[in-house]
């Protein structure tokens, strides 16, 4: 039964008391509430992820391998062979640690070279792995050149190929977490790469920064300072972006000390690396901080993830409001109440 003046309530929609309303005749809406959206008890609809600690190194490790190579491949070009060989040697330990951190996630080298058994372009995670393969290969190569000056040809065969693979390999991992349910990482899909390549860029600016010569560091301190800031522009970008439902596991708790954390490091990393002005006590502490900066903002981006699937409101409001935006859905103010 329904109250005087109160229509029946139409199928998929829900109010607080567990009734849904629907328009009246003549467009008219019920004049009750939307429900709060909620799942059962108050229970995560999603299951957090599982990913082990080693993940965010990775991203962070990745990232800088990434980046490293193009600025390698540049310096070698102009003829900074201090700078080249510092970004070489960045970027082939990169893609030697990151196997090793992804190996011991998965728990057993079968399973990362089960992986490369098929390529599945619509698969970020094979993708990813093939990148990261045909990486270190290439970077393998460029560092023999740099360092042995052997194998010229091919070696700037294989530094050609970590300029076109760098930018895949520090970014595919956002990819990788927006393709997922979590709402914070899959609301965030459009900005997430450009938070990954920008921090990579700083990163790896700031690494070769602290490892290179003032003279010879001039390009990496460039870069360094253009990451960051781009960094701390994209991020708050994206935290704008999201709904304050979606967002909200981004300005609470660990997530907002880490990433907060992560922000300061790279602002004060940034000015002490453009103020140090060839100074290396100045310039090695800003490419640190940076470098420290980097890392914060990868753990905070995973820990994001892991408070936003265990946010029930997050994960319901949202698909409430996409299923009542679809074409000839019926009362859109009154949304389903629960899950």
Do not use: C
Not at 18 to 38: D, F, N
Request: aromatic share 6%; hydrophobic share 45%; glycine share 12%.
């Amino acid at each position: 039964m329904t109250a005087p003046g109160e229509s029946a309530p139409t199928q998929g929609q829900t109010t607080v008391s567990g009734v849904a309303p629907r328009q009246r005749r003549g467009g008219e809406r019920s004049m009750v509430p939307p429900g709060e959206p909620r799942s059962y008890y108050g229970q995560p609809v999603l299951a957090k992820p599982v990913w082990s600690k080693e993940i965010p190194l990775y991203f962070w490790v990745g990232g800088i391998a990434g980046a490293s190579a193009p600025l390698a491949l540049v310096a070698s070009l102009s003829g900074n062979d201090e700078l080249a060989r510092r970004a070489q040697g960045a970027a082939l330990a990169g893609a030697l640690i990151s196997p090793v951190l992804l190996i011991k996630d998965l728990g057993k080298p079968m399973r990362f070279f089960n992986m490369l058994r098929v390529f599945k372009v619509t698969s970020p995670m094979s993708v990813g792995s093939w990148i990261l393969s045909g990486f270190s290969a290439a970077v393998t190569l460029g560092a023999a050149r740099e360092f042995t000056d052997r194998l010229p040809r091919l070696g700037r065969t294989g530094q050609v190929a970590g300029l076109l693979l760098g930018p895949g390999l520090s970014t595919y991992t956002a990819a990788l977490i927006a393709n997922t349910a979590v709402p914070a990482w899959h609301d965030a899909r459009g900005e997430l790469p450009y938070v990954f390549a920008t921090s990579s860029l700083a990163t790896a600016g700031g690494l070769a920064t602290a490892l290179t010569p003032p003279r010879s560091a001039g390009p990496a301190r460039r870069l360094t300072v253009a990451g960051a800031v781009a960094e701390l522009v994209v991020t708050q970008v994206m935290e704008r972006r999201l709904s304050e439902r979606v967002g909200a596991a981004y300005h609470h708790g660990r997530p907002q000390q880490l990433l907060r954390a992560a922000k300061a490091l790279n602002a004060a990393g940034a000015m002490a690396v453009a103020a140090s002005r060839g100074r290396r006590p100045a310039a090695t502490a800003g490419g640190l901080a940076v470098l420290a900066g980097g890392l914060l903002a990868r753990w905070g981006i995973f820990a994001v993830g892991v408070a936003s699937a265990q946010d029930p409101k997050a994960t319901v409001g949202p698909q409430r409001d996409r299923l009542h935006r679809r074409p000839g859905t019926v009362g859109t103010a009154s949304a389903a109440g629960s899950v």
